[in-house]
Antibody, heavy 123, light 107 residues
């Protein structure tokens, strides 16, 4: 059974870089049928897609975050990572990683999700 | 980006009630619409993909329908474990967007 686990600092200072890793277990990150994605949810608010990566390194980013965002993949470790620089309090959220299933006929969907990790931006 | 709206934003219902949640896309998205359930403190879970396909393991009381711009999630008989927030998500373009959510709580 595929599982994803987010890891990284829970507290980041304003203007610094938020860095998270998602470790995939129970399956290979290098399968061609999937993207791997990051999402976030500010406290008490809805879900926001951050970006995706394919095992080859191809990426898609949310245009509102693109200038501050880097998503990368390490197939040897079965991990992918998120770096968001110049953070502010508005970046405080629970960050989730998820597998994205690619289906030509019906689109793409997120399944499963990691449990999420709260990142607070504060001095 | 494709804007997604949901109605209602919240609703109160009793056990056994039939519940209907509507999701509307800002443009035609064919059947590229998914539904998720989020229980407080937990990660979202996939319920319905491609507008009407039930994810493995999800009870058959959940049903998705619609195409184009208008979609519906129906719970035929509300159970205690169904009190949660429900989100729709479009994947017509690879800049995914979610609806704002519909919170279902106990009347």
């Amino acid at each position: 059974q595929l599982q994803l686990q987010e890891s990284g600092p829970g507290l980041v200072k304003p203007s610094e870089t938020l860095s998270l890793i998602c470790t995939v277990s129970g399956g290979s990150i290098s399968k061609s049928s999937y993207f791997w994605g990051w999402l976030r949810q500010p406290p008490g608010k809805g879900l926001e897609w951050i970006g995706n990566i394919y095992y080859s390194g191809s990426t898609y980013y949310n245009s509102s975050l693109k200038s501050r965002l880097t998503i990368s993949v390490d197939t040897s470790k079965n991990q992918f990572s998120l770096k968001l620089n110049s953070v502010t309090a508005a970046d405080t959220a629970v960050y989730y990683c998820a597998r994205i299933i690619i289906e030509a006929a019906g689109g793409n969907w997120f399944d499963p999700w990691g449990q999420g990790t709260l990142v607070t931006v504060s001095s | 980006d494709i804007q997604m709206t949901q109605s209602p934003s919240s609703l109160s219902a009793s056990l056994g009630d039939r519940v209907t949640i509507t999701c509307r896309a800002g443009q035609n998205i064919s059947n590229f619409l998914n539904w998720y359930q989020q229980i407080p403190g937990k990660a979202p879970e996939l319920l319905i993909y491609a507008a009407s396909s039930l994810q493995s393991g999800v009870p058959s009381r959940f049903r998705g329908s619609g195409s184009g711009t208008d979609f519906t999630l129906t719970i035929s008989s509300l159970q205690p474990e169904d009190f949660a927030t429900y989100y729709c998500q479009q994947s017509y373009i690879m800049r995914f967007t979610f609806g704002p959510g519909t919170k279902v709580d106990i009347k």
